[in-house]
């Protein structure tokens, strides 16, 4: 069994890593894409109702899906690995998206702190109208893919009843909502 020093030790060699591949560099909204700040990671250290908490050595901010994809192969690369978690807008339960001495990637579009609201260089709901469909990041909130669909005269056959989670959180949890009995999850 390591101990918590030996565990700190290989997060920090793993969170070298990282910043050596990916690198802390800095976003279009001015952001760190790789945070160590008590403030991020006091953020993602909680969940939905406060009742679990688990702290992440750093939080990821991907511009990209690329980025993600990147984090996952320094994650299990030939190092010691670490951890990676996602994140939306924090409204999962029972420390689901917690990861202790890992990343937890920060799914969401918007990052909100300290009164101000910037956008992390991740673009919105790409409609396309011809296919009927539309393509969406993980962190993406139902109510931003239901007005970016009106704009067309579409919206999506099902949803959930609260239209302020994250479409990733949704499918993490199995899809289902008041309308998946008619149109599936």
Not at 33 to 60: H, K, N, Q, W, Y
């Amino acid at each position: 069994m390591a101990t918590t020093k030996t565990l700190l030790i290989l997060a920090a060699i793993s969170i070298y890593h990282l910043v050596q591949t990916v690198g802390p560099t800095v976003g279009p909204a001015g952001l760190f894409r790789l945070s160590t700040d008590p403030v991020d990671v006091e953020a993602a250290s909680v969940d939905f109702g406060r009742m679990a908490r688990v702290e992440p050595v750093a939080v990821f901010r991907p511009r990209s899906a690329e980025d993600v994809a990147e984090l996952v192969r320094v994650a299990v690369g030939d190092g010691p690995g670490f951890a990676v978690s996602a994140r939306g807008h924090g409204h999962s339960i029972n420390g689901q998206a917690h990861t202790a001495e890992g990343v937890v990637v920060e799914m969401s579009r918007h990052r909100r702190s300290e009164g101000e609201e910037r956008e992390n260089g991740i673009g919105g709901p790409r409609v396309n109208v011809e296919r009927e469909y539309v393509d969406v990041w993980g962190g993406e909130l139902w109510a931003d893919v239901l007005r970016s669909t009106l704009e067309y005269g579409l919206a999506p056959r099902s949803w959930t009843d609260y239209l302020y989670l994250t479409v990733g959180g949704t499918l993490s949890n199995a899809g289902i909502s008041g309308q998946a009995f008619n149109h599936g999850p």
